[in-house]
């Protein structure tokens, strides 16, 4: 899981973070939820620290399988934002007005703009204030942190540009004081200087200035510089990753991207997941930054580096997703739908979408994936019914004029 989503997986039992924003997984069951569960918001645990990502991740996914959400679901989320266009992990009196005590942050809003961005222009003006509230935090050195003013950092940086792009922004031309979010991304990429982690990215510089890989951070820096959402998308097949390359000085981020790319592959290679752990704890497999990697690595075309990982967390990612609810559910909808021979309806014996959908309000229409192939088919159906319907009618007819005769 990433660093976004840290407090909120310490109050559900599954993951903490600790450190540079390594988080882990953790065993126990979830404690009851310390505030009532709203209508229309989708899971069961305690929405206090991650409400509002859940529920954006949640409808992202439903939109990838062309699932039609609740109403209510969609009136939730928006209802979250605060005047100013940002949000919080999770505001229990949506009708009291924001005030210094909600504390807003980057990683909430930025989640939330990708799913009302692709509610199709239902919440443009919504998205359009969230934006304008984004760019306004930007850092001078380009990036973003957690926190409004707080340090960049990679993780961060990386969903807002996701933000951005799906709410159809030139991310190169977001700019502070001349710096733009590639320009926070490479002084967090380690140096092509041979090392085993050269260019991978590091959440944050160390007390020290210095740069450790983290997975999470590279994950969340390779979808940014992208352009990808939180999603993903299935890429035509690419290439493996070439060597470790210095990146330029302009505004793309292909190299930084596919350097980052390489550093994933190399980590999942051994077992075909990530793993973590706590201070004097075993390692142990690390679902979400998997899954995350996953999707990283599909929507660059990697889908041979993908593919081990892919087929562990189909044999692996039941129980976790079980414990995780919505934002688990929906983060292996993301795997499925961008990594190459996946099926969503069948990933490790489970219907992906049925099981997301139970965890929220009933949905309004649902199909197979993005193709209209569910509306295809209504259609098809009522031209057979319409036709079934008038050779009934003829016949009927026809047989009262044969009587009649």
């Known amino acids: ?106 990683n909430s809003t930025a989640a939330a703009v990708q799913a009302l961005a692709a509610l199709a222009g239902s919440h443009d003006a919504r998205v359009a204030r969230a934006v304008a509230w984004l760019k306004s935090v930007e850092n001078p050195d380009g990036g973003w942190g957690y926190s409004p003013g707080g340090a960049s950092d990679a993780n961060s940086t990386g969903v807002v540009m996701d933000a951005l792009g799906a709410a159809g922004v030139t991310v190169p031309n977001v700019r502070k004081d001349g710096k733009s979010p590639y320009d926070a991304l490479r002084k967090l990429a380690l140096p092509c200087d041979g090392g085993t982690d050269a260019g991978a990215f590091a959440y944050q510089p160390d007390k020290k200035g210095g740069l450790v890989a983290n997975a999470d951070a590279t994950a969340a820096a390779v979808l940014g510089l992208a352009g990808q959402s939180l999603a993903g998308s299935r890429r035509d097949d690419a290439g493996a990753p070439a060597d470790c390359a210095r990146p330029d000085s302009g505004a793309s981020g292909t190299t930084l991207s596919r350097n980052g790319a390489r550093w994933l592959t190399r980590a999942l290679a051994k077992d075909g997941h990530l793993t973590t752990a706590l201070p004097g704890a075993e390692p142990q497999p690390d679902y979400g930054n998997t899954a995350d990697a996953v999707v990283a690595l599909s929507s660059l075309g990697l889908h041979d580096q993908a593919a081990k990982p892919l087929r562990w967390l189909e044999t692996h990612a039941k129980a976790w997703a079980a414990r995780g609810g919505p934002a688990a559910y929906a983060q292996l909808v993301f795997v499925a739908t961008t990594a190459k021979g996946a099926d969503v309806h069948d990933f490790g014996g489970q219907d992906l979408v049925s099981l997301l959908n139970a965890t929220g309000p009933e949905v309004r229409a649902a199909s197979d994936g993005n193709d209209g192939s569910s509306e295809v088919a209504w259609a098809v159906g009522g031209a057979l019914l319409v036709v079934a319907a008038a050779g009934a009618v003829l016949f009927v007819r026809g047989r009262g004029r044969g009587r009649q005769q």
């Open 1 to 106: 899981m990433n660093v976004r989503r840290s407090a909120a997986a310490l109050a559900v039992g599954i993951t903490v973070t600790v450190s540079a924003a390594t988080p882990v997984a953790a065993a126990g069951p979830s404690p009851s939820p310390s505030v009532a569960i709203p209508a229309g918001l989708y899971g069961t645990s305690d929405p206090t620290y991650d409400g509002v990502w859940r529920q954006s991740l949640a409808l992202l996914a439903q939109d990838a399988v062309g699932v039609r959400p609740a109403d209510s679901a969609v009136a939730w989320l928006a209802g979250q934002q605060c005047a100013d266009g940002a949000f919080a992990a999770f505001r229990a009196d949506p009708g009291k007005a924001c005030d210094a005590k909600v504390v807003v942050d980057t």
